[in-house]
């Protein structure tokens, strides 16, 4: 059973930056696509990033093109997103997401495991 824990959420003002980390366990990281996905109040969860098993292609929402980057260490069992230029819009529950599929997906209902989910609160 795969165990995702994500951590690294926070309160920062616009403009600001921050680092989310996704620590994964109990199976091969590296057979796992990855994604991030987040969840404002009395929103639908919506797709942010997602990377293949290698890392090697990634896919962002373009509502966070330029902005965020998502990566991954297959040796540590890590999946990162960095998010950079942060607008209140992206104050939300940020969650990360495994599967087994081949190609990463940005649907929701795609994905069999998720975190517990970390907040971030972006002010004005």
């Known amino acids: 059973q795969v165990q995702l824990v994500e951590s690294g959420g926070g309160s920062v003002q616009a403009g600001g930056s921050l680092r989310l980390s996704c620590a994964v366990s109990?199976?091969?990281?590296?057979?796992?696509?990855m994604a991030w996905f987040r969840q404002a109040p009395e929103k639908e969860r919506e797709f942010v990033a997602a990377?293949?098993?290698?890392?090697?292609?990634?896919n962002c929402a373009d509502s966070v093109k330029g902005r965020f980057t998502i990566s991954r260490d297959n040796a540590k069992n890590m999946m990162y997103l960095q998010m950079n230029s942060l607008k209140p819009e992206d104050t939300a529950v940020y969650y990360c997401?495994?599967?087994?599929?081949?190609?990463?997906?940005?649907?929701?209902?795609?994905?069999?495991?998720w975190g517990q989910g970390t907040q971030v609160t972006v002010s004005s």
């Open positions: 997401a495994a599967d087994r599929r081949w190609i990463p997906a940005t649907m929701a209902a795609q994905y069999d495991y």
């Open positions: 109990g199976s091969t990281f590296s057979n796992y696509v």
């Open positions: 990377l293949t098993r290698s890392g090697g292609v990634t």
